[in-house]
């Protein structure tokens, strides 16, 4: 007489649950990425993960709830770099000032480590994270400003302590040029179909868009002060 075999254990409900939630969010990272997010609907995003609508309201609730777990789930862990980063490179200064240099090598190595690791994303996301920052959605903004509220106020008082000839509104306006600049090569294939043209078998033309970035960046946030009177009036108009 034949051993009877072992019934097949059907995956439990939990690993279920996470495996449609990674779905709907792998889908969701692809369609913002290629669309954005106004133009990307929920009919087209249940279709790419092979879900219904409830497993969408279920999972995530409004398609806005849905674009901010794209977002955290990658940005979470490489912002964490970023702090621990900074915090490895001030106490290694050994209490003296960073350079500009050093701050903006904080904020881009993990972003390349990202760009360089499919599993968390990769290029796909630093597009989506780009796009993000150059949205209109006041949403996006909020969001992105309250979440990560604590990384922004510690590289802010590296700079301020980097770039003492700075005031604080002038260095949150020089920084707020410097997201613009990463976040139009972040989300642009401009700049990448112009690195394919000067490096056409590079492999590493990600990398390289990047540290060509910093200096630019740098030099940026280094600028002599202009004339504070007409700064003032400018901002009084």
């Given at each position: 007489m034949r051993a009877q075999r072992p019934a097949r254990r059907s995956p439990a409900p939990e690993a279920l649950s996470q495996d449609t939630k990674s779905r709907?969010?792998?889908?969701a990272e692809s369609l913002f990425t290629e669309h954005g997010?106004?133009?990307?609907?929920?009919?087209?995003?249940?279709?790419?993960?092979?879900?219904?609508?409830?497993?969408?309201?279920?999972?995530?609730?409004?398609?806005?709830?849905?674009?901010?777990?794209?977002?955290?789930?990658?940005?979470?862990?490489?912002?964490?770099?970023?702090?621990?980063?900074?915090?490895?490179?001030r106490r290694e200064a050994g209490g003296r000032p960073l350079t500009c240099e050093k701050i903006l090598s904080a904020m881009l190595i993990p972003a390349l480590r990202l760009a360089r690791d499919e599993k968390r994303?990769?290029?796909?996301?630093?597009?989506?994270?780009?796009?993000?920052?150059?949205?209109?959605?006041?949403?996006?903004?909020?969001?992105?400003?309250?979440?990560?509220?604590?990384?922004?106020?510690?590289?802010?008082?590296?700079?301020?302590?980097?770039?003492?000839?700075?005031?604080?509104?002038?260095?949150?306006?020089?920084?707020?040029?410097?997201?613009?600049?990463?976040?139009?090569?972040?989300?642009?294939?401009?700049?990448?179909k112009l690195m394919a043209q000067v490096l056409p078998n590079d492999r590493d033309n990600d990398e390289k868009l990047l540290q060509r970035l910093a200096p630019f960046l740098a030099a940026g946030l280094k600028a002599p002060l202009g004339d504070a009177k007409k700064l003032e009036l400018v901002a009084n108009d």
């Open positions: 709907i969010l792998d889908a997010f106004e133009a990307t609907s929920l009919r087209s995003l249940t279709a790419a993960a092979g879900v219904n609508l409830a497993a969408v309201n279920y999972h995530f609730g409004t398609k806005e709830e849905l674009f901010q777990a794209v977002l955290t789930r990658r940005l979470d862990p490489m912002n964490q770099e970023r702090i621990d980063l900074l915090d490895r490179y994303g990769g290029k796909e996301f630093l597009r989506v994270l780009g796009r993000a920052y150059a949205d209109p959605a006041p949403f996006i903004r909020n969001f992105l400003s309250a979440q990560y509220a604590e990384m922004i106020s510690r590289f802010k008082d590296a700079f301020l302590e980097a770039l003492p000839h700075l005031t604080k509104q002038e260095l949150t306006w020089r920084l707020h040029f410097v997201m613009g600049a990463l976040s139009y090569t972040l989300a642009g294939t401009d700049a990448l």
